[in-house]
């Protein structure tokens, strides 16, 4: 497993990091869900992503339960909050209030002192921008959170937050969690170019694309019944005949180089520099060793090209 900074700090995460979006605490059963994180720190992967909101709470007992076993500074572990953890009007968003009671039970929770990265889970236009941040800076001061993070922010609400920071020389954000993959490129216009001019670097999810860069969906009239996408109908709507024609060319470049689809989709991702880290899901631990193959994986020029053109 190779390692990358994160950012413009000097915090260094594994390429593959592992997370529990729609897998842990629910979905997956708990003893895959417990190999997979085993199997994970075994093959070096030192980065693991929950949140309060997945399975409202039960995916971070369980990351945090299983994270024990290990020595605290031998792994990178990040939580969110924004989303709604409860019924009353200040039970969601970016407030000082909110923020601060998720990250008390986050860490109640994770049965952990303090967590790596703390992630704003969304923008909250109900909040000023200095209170969510003076927020989280008096949590870095007290040492229960280490990095600050944001997660599908604009550009723009990026540099103003970047702004505010400095105005008033609080912690600033050093990683973005945003969605990038093949088919998801949004990223690369404006929040690319203005984190590497500001030191700050990206944690991807859904790098293959809920698993249709894996070439396991062959048609959209066939999806297999143990998929998720057979339960999620959001997720098939991303699956359409078209990107499967795609992944079926790209399978190709895949072959010629003796290394899987989705291993090539993620060196495809990690070619850009300013990106740390691919965050992956997993229900089986057979799927964390598969996709810690694409650590290290280069690209030639050429190869690029070719999938740039069948990307267009």
């Known amino acids: 497993?190779?390692?990358?900074?994160?950012?413009?700090?000097?915090?260094?995460?594994?390429?593959?990091?592992?997370g529990s979006w729609l897998t842990y605490g629910?979905?997956?059963?708990?003893e895959n869900a417990v190999n997979s994180i085993k199997t994970a720190y075994d093959l070096g992967i030192n980065f693991f992503d929950t949140a309060n909101v997945y399975e409202k709470g039960a995916a971070e007992e369980l990351?945090?339960?299983?994270?024990?076993a290990y020595p605290r500074e031998s792994y990178v572990l990040a939580t969110k909050a924004f989303w709604p953890m409860g019924d009353g009007p200040n039970d969601r968003g970016l407030s000082r209030k909110h923020i601060m009671e998720q990250v008390h039970a986050s860490l109640k929770r994770l049965k952990h002192d303090y967590v790596d990265i703390f992630y704003c889970h969304r923008h909250d236009a109900e909040t000023p921008l200095e209170e969510t941040l003076r927020a989280i800076d008096d949590l870095v001061r007290q040492g229960k959170v280490l990095y600050v993070g944001v997660s599908e922010w604009q550009a723009s609400q990026i540099a103003e937050?970047?702004?505010?920071?400095?105005?008033?020389?609080?912690?600033?954000?050093?990683?973005?969690?945003?969605?990038?993959?093949?088919?998801?490129?949004?990223?690369?216009?404006?929040?690319?170019p203005l984190s590497e001019r500001s030191g700050i670097g990206q944690v991807v999810f859904c790098p293959l694309a809920q698993?249709?860069?894996?070439?396991?969906?062959?048609?959209v009239s066939d999806i297999p019944q143990d998929s998720r996408a057979a339960k999620l109908e959001w997720m098939r709507k991303g699956i359409t005949e078209e990107k499967i024609n795609k992944v079926k060319q790209l399978e190709g470049i895949a072959g010629e180089l003796g290394i899987s689809m989705g291993n090539l989709a993620l060196a495809w991702i990690l070619r850009n520099r300013n990106v740390a880290s691919a965050l992956v899901g997993a229900s089986r631990p057979e799927q964390v060793t598969e996709n810690a193959k694409a650590s290290g994986v280069e690209l030639s020029e050429d190869v690029l090209n070719r999938i740039e053109d069948i990307l267009k």
């Open 211 to 219: 698993g249709l860069l894996t070439g396991k969906y062959t048609s």
């Open 26 to 30: 629910g979905y997956v059963e708990r």
């Open 161 to 192: 937050a970047l702004g505010v920071a400095d105005r008033y020389l609080l912690d600033r954000i050093v990683v973005n969690q945003p969605e990038y993959n093949m088919f998801n490129r949004y990223i690369e216009k404006e929040i690319m």
């Open 63 to 68: 990351v945090g339960e299983t994270l024990k």
């Open 1 to 18: 497993m190779k390692y990358r900074r994160l950012g413009g700090s000097g915090l260094k995460v594994s390429e593959i990091s592992l």
